[in-house]
């Protein structure tokens, strides 16, 4: 069975490479798609995928470990500055906090008590009636006395702290974007790790978050202009710059122990609409470089350079012939007398039933078409396809045919308008 699949592979190549679509016509020229060069405006572009965040968002939660209380509001509702959000058990907080004060009463007084007897003894030692170690010690009395009047009262300020974070109150106007937990679960606080409780966003100003490859990163700059396209929003592409670039990669697993370096950039919109939401996905084109009324041809016009090849009959183009099931190709390069040339681009410019095979300098890519900067004037008549053509049949002085060439002229008038 696998013998039979074998030798049907085998014919049926046999077939496809007789039957060529893409093989030279009777007279032997080799039939093209051609387009007429105009200028039109380029932009080259790096394009990265990202989520949307607010600019501002602000994270509440819980210096301590205790139990949601009360919840005034739920995800989607709009606060002012002061609203109230949310109450954490303060019972243990509000004991803790009155035994501070009560603290700083004692303290206060034992100072009062300390500082009347300082009074009176500065005046005896004036007279010469204690010595002066007597008045050491009152001094070191008022000294301590203070001391402790003094930590009682920062202790108490920590105390009331303590105890107003345990009522949570909206730091500005915003939105609220994220919630979690209801009246009766335990709130984990703590200094390094707290469960974050409540988020508060700005939705009226918004940016997106974009990993650019490494390979792509030299080219985006501060303010650089962007066009930013939500999924949600389709058809429709909103204005953005470039906020910020960082400088330190983030390296990701690619699969198959492939690793991924890439650079995050926000992207600053300028545009936000109605009803946009922190993490919905974006794509973002940002324009890292413009040029106006260029010569531009499109990206498959472009290959490399080819020299006219040799046959047994004489020069003939590139090709294929098929012998019983073996592939015999025949394919001798004259010397190359551009040496100069060596491993530049070229483009097949059509002189009307052949080509030239042309050295262009390029410059920027946008999304279709190539800059050219030297070797291409305006107007002039180029090959665009086939891909098997431009590829490998073509070289320069081959004769061509161009087809559907009315469809040609009326796709760039289409451009044009």
């Not at 243990?92 to 009074?119: D, G, P």
């Not at 949600?232 to 390296?251: H, L, P």
Request: proline letters at 3%; zero cysteines.
């Amino acid at each position: 069975m696998k013998k039979k699949i074998i030798i049907g592979v085998v014919v049926l190549l046999a077939i496809v490479l007789y039957v060529n679509p893409f093989s030279s016509k009777g007279d032997g020229s080799i039939e093209v798609s051609t387009i007429k060069l105009e200028r039109k405006d380029l932009s080259s572009k790096v394009v990265a995928d990202g989520l949307l965040q607010p600019e501002i968002e602000i994270k509440l939660s819980s210096n301590t470990t205790t139990y949601i209380t009360e919840i005034a509001v739920k995800e989607g509702d709009p606060v002012k500055k002061g609203d109230f959000l949310m109450a954490l058990d303060d019972r243990q907080q509000r004991a803790a906090t009155e035994a501070s004060r009560a603290s700083v009463e004692a303290t206060k007084v034992n100072l009062t008590n300390a500082e009347i007897k300082k009074s009176r003894q500065e005046k005896l030692y004036k007279q010469g009636l204690i010595s002066d170690q007597e008045m050491e010690t009152s001094n070191s009395s008022y000294a301590s006395a203070l001391s402790s009047y003094n930590q009682a009262a920062a202790r108490l300020i920590q105390e009331e702290d303590a105890l107003q974070k345990l009522r949570l109150v909206a730091p500005q106007d915003g939105t609220i974007t994220y919630l979690k937990g209801e009246v009766g679960d335990l709130a984990q606080g703590g200094m390094f790790s707290p469960q974050v409780l409540l988020k508060l966003s700005d939705l009226s100003k918004m940016e997106v978050l974009v990993n650019v490859n490494e390979n792509d990163i030299t080219d985006v700059s501060l303010n650089d202009y962007a066009l930013v396209e939500v999924d949600a929003y389709q058809n429709r592409k909103f204005k953005g710059v470039v906020k910020e670039v960082a400088y330190a990669a983030s390296t990701t697993s690619g699969g198959s122990q492939q690793q991924v370096t890439n650079f995050q950039v926000k992207i600053q919109m300028l545009e936000v609409a109605p009803g946009m939401r922190p993490g919905m996905s974006a794509t973002v084109d940002i324009v890292t470089e413009n040029r106006e009324q260029a010569i531009a041809i499109p990206i498959q016009s472009l290959t490399s350079p080819r020299k006219k090849p040799m046959g047994d009959e004489g020069e003939k183009p590139w090709g294929s012939s098929v012998s019983g099931n073996t592939l015999d190709t025949k394919e001798r390069w004259s010397n190359n007398k551009d040496a100069k040339n060596k491993g530049k681009n070229v483009v097949f410019v059509v002189k009307g039933n052949i080509v030239e095979q042309r050295f262009v300098e390029t410059g920027i890519v946008g999304d279709r078409d190539y800059e050219i900067l030297s070797g291409l004037q305006e107007g002039e008549e180029i090959v665009t396809g086939s891909f098997v053509a431009i590829s490998r049949e073509l070289y320069d002085g081959a004769k061509v045919k161009v087809k559907d060439k009315s469809n040609n002229k009326q796709r760039s008038s289409r451009k044009r308008g």
